[in-house]
């Protein structure tokens, strides 16, 4: 009896060892990972336990990130792309093969700059208001403040951006599938020698449902991801201003190299389950 008494603790003190004899490097991101996971968990687990109270919260703050957001997507998307069709184009054209154009936007264009670059932006521009305001909010203590009124933070707070952020992510999505599709019309059809009929068969030929469908997965995924991020770190921050400058930064950091990981393991899930997705038709 008693040696199965002691048998948990002694492997608890021999799991905590390990984790601390962990390199401080390896050891800090794992943990912050977790308590960012824990912490999405959570405030997932209170927005559909009790779905109200927070829509019309929601409602304005993805009014204001619409407003904040729109133009930097357009924008930010409509010139990377032109760029990338630009030199698309003219490698096709070398191996003469331009009327791939359509099936080069899909690939290039929806399949991977529409997600990433969408999160980019999101996270850059809209992310990091969202740590600043939290921040703000909680070194004024006005989030202490709620706790003493008897009101919970996470309800007013936090889930009406983690909502809005996710949702906007997937929205903003659909612009930039039209400002890719338009430059890659732009670079082909009015400047290159492809013409309307081509570039569209040869797009729609190559667009199935895993594509369209593996494309908004990941990018409410990558909505999902940076709204979790942001609203940590934004209510965690503490300290004073120059905490939350810091807290700016580390919540775009790690956002941006989120993304990169799930793209990654994404697309590599997506190639396992899709295979037909590398052919050429």
């Known amino acids: 009896m008693s040696s199965d008494v002691f048998v948990e603790p002694e492997d608890v003190s021999g799991s905590a060892r390990a984790a601390s004899a962990a390199p401080r490097w390896v050891r800090g991101p794992v943990v912050e990972a977790g308590e960012i996971a824990q912490f999405f ?3 997932l687990k209170s927005a ?9 919260q929601t409602r304005d703050e993805m009014y204001d990130l619409l407003r904040f957001g729109f133009v930097p997507c357009f924008a930010t998307v409509g010139i990377f792309s032109f760029v990338v069709c630009s030199v698309g184009y003219g490698l096709m054209s070398v191996l003469g093969t331009p009327d791939r154009m359509g099936q080069f936007v899909l690939l ?4 991977e700059t529409v997600p990433f670059m969408t999160g980019m932006v999101v996270a850059g521009v809209m992310g990091t208001a969202v740590t600043a305001d939290l921040g703000a909010r909680k070194i004024r203590e006005e989030i202490d403040a709620l706790y003493v009124l008897g009101l919970d933070p996470t309800r007013l707070l936090v889930i009406p951006r983690v909502i809005g952020l996710a949702t906007m992510q997937l929205l ?10 338009f430059c890659a019309l732009l670079v082909g059809v009015v400047i290159g020698d ?3 009929a ?3 068969d040869s797009l729609l030929r190559n667009m199935t449902p895993p594509e369209l469908l593996g494309m908004l997965v990941k990018t409410f995924l990558m909505g999902a991801l940076i709204a979790a991020v942001h609203c940590f770190k934004g209510i965690r921050v503490g300290g004073g ?3 939350v400058g810091r807290a700016v930064n580390q919540a775009v950091v790690t956002a941006f190299l989120g993304i990169f990981l799930l793209d990654l393991f994404f697309n590599a899930i997506m190639y396992a389950l899709f295979p037909e997705l590398q052919t050429i038709r």
């Open 172 to 181: 903003l999505s659909m612009v930039a599938v039209a400002a890719t599709i």
């Open 108 to 111: 290039i264009g929806l399949r």
């Open 48 to 56: 559909i336990r009790h779905p109200r109270g927070y829509w019309l």
């Open 41 to 43: 968990g959570s405030t």
């Open 198 to 200: 081509v570039f569209f």
């Open 194 to 196: 492809v013409t309307l």
């Open 241 to 243: 201003p120059q905490d």
